[in-house]
């Protein structure tokens, strides 16, 4: 397998554009995470779901911030509108199963709101 | 409040030489713990999970610790080398909660120099 898949990789788009991330989990995994990462804050979880329903939510800032998960093999994450403090690299990572089962990372994509 | 603490902040060390990194937690009810490498600009790499029940585990040169009555876990790296130069994290899962709730580290920046 070839892992999970993040597209773009690098995303550079001005303040106040629709900016649109995408996830391909690894294939026959249950469980889709979205992260953000800052040197600030550290590691963030923002959603995930289980079997593409959206579980917990909690942690997605505001409502600028949305993510859908059509199908067991892709999912993306909105910001609209993107501001500066959006600035971050955006992680998605799946799993096999939910609990002390390994999560697998993608590569992320570095997106940088001017 | 549920936090996960880590140090030190960053480290150096020359290569072959031994170290350890330390997690202390106050995340309650307790689930899971797990160690994390981030090698610069790639998404984390699962080293170990650990249970409540479990006080050791290994992969490789990498042996994490747990003690879970003190609160306490630690990554012990043998004979390092020049790939160890990474940053590691630290997640602790709460129990009984969703999947969302994992509680992140800062994460320790290693650097092995030659």
């Known amino acids: 397998d070839a892992g999970v898949i993040q597209s773009p990789r690098h995303e550079v788009t001005e303040m106040g554009q629709e900016v649109t991330l995408r996830c391909k989990p690894i294939s026959g995994h249950d469980y889709l995470f979205w992260y953000r990462q800052t040197m600030m804050r550290g590691l963030e979880l923002l959603i995930y779901f289980n079997n593409n329903v959206p579980i917990d939510d909690s942690g997605m800032p505001e409502d600028r911030f949305s993510a859908k998960m059509p199908n067991a093999s892709f999912s993306t994450l909105k910001i609209q509108p993107s501001e500066p403090r959006d600035s971050a690299v955006y992680f998605c990572?799946?799993?096999?199963?939910?609990?002390?089962?390994?999560?697998?990372f993608g590569p992320g994509t570095r997106l940088t709101v001017t | 409040k549920n936090q996960v603490e880590q140090s030190p902040q960053s480290l150096i060390i020359l290569e072959g030489k031994n170290c350890t990194l330390q997690c202390n937690y106050t995340v309650s009810p307790f689930s899971n713990l797990r160690w994390y490498k981030q090698d610069t600009g790639r998404g984390p790499v699962s080293l170990t999970i650990?249970?409540?029940?479990?006080n050791t585990k290994s992969n490789g040169r990498y042996t994490a610790t747990l003690d879970a009555d003190t609160k306490q876990s630690s990554l012990h790296i043998t004979a390092s080398q020049l790939s160890d130069s990474a940053s590691y994290i630290c997640?602790?899962?709460?129990?009984?909660?969703?999947?969302?709730?994992?509680?992140f580290g800062k994460g320790t920046k290693l650097s092995v120099k030659p």
């Open positions: 997640v602790v899962e709460r129990y009984g909660g969703s999947q969302g709730n994992l509680i």
């Open positions: 990572a799946s799993s096999l199963r939910g609990g002390a089962y390994e999560q697998y």
């Open positions: 650990m249970t409540f029940s479990e």
